[in-house]
Nanobody
Framework: QGQPVESGGGLVQAGGSLRVSCKVSRAITSVFNSKIMAWFRQAPGKQRELVATITRLGTSNYSDSVKGRFTISRDNANKKVHLQMNSLKPEDTAVYYC????????WGQGTQVTVSS
């Protein structure tokens, strides 16, 4: 099983934007394409939570906390998943991880997103 490698996090002011990405390079392409992929996040002292999901054909769903601000996308040929985050809030500060919606891949290191007020 491939381990996702996340990238693109950073420090941004409230109201700003960031795009995080992950690549599951070691997964077999057909396996990756069979999965509903997802972004999760974990803030300090809190449980990891599901943020957004996307099917192979691009149907997406979002948690209420990010709906209208975040957009998930995927590149099936290159086994990548992206999360465009706009209108960021301090409460979006967390480590962001990608995985299948059923968490089938080993967890990667994640990428830190910090939103200052």
């Amino acid at each position: 099983q491939g381990q996702p490698v996340e990238s693109g996090g950073g420090l941004v002011q409230a109201g700003g934007s960031l795009r995080v990405s992950c690549k599951v390079s070691r997964a077999i392409t057909s396996v990756f394409n069979s999965k509903i992929m997802a972004w999760f996040r974990q803030a300090p002292g809190k449980q990891r939570e599901l943020v957004a999901t996307i099917t192979r054909l691009g149907t997406s769903n979002y948690s209420d906390s990010v709906k209208g601000r975040f957009t998930i996308s995927r590149d099936n040929a290159n086994k990548k998943v992206h999360l465009q985050m706009n209108s960021l809030k301090p409460e979006d500060t967390a480590v962001y991880y990608c995985n299948s919606d059923t968490r089938e891949f080993p967890w990667g290191q994640g990428t830190q997103v910090t939103v200052s007020s």
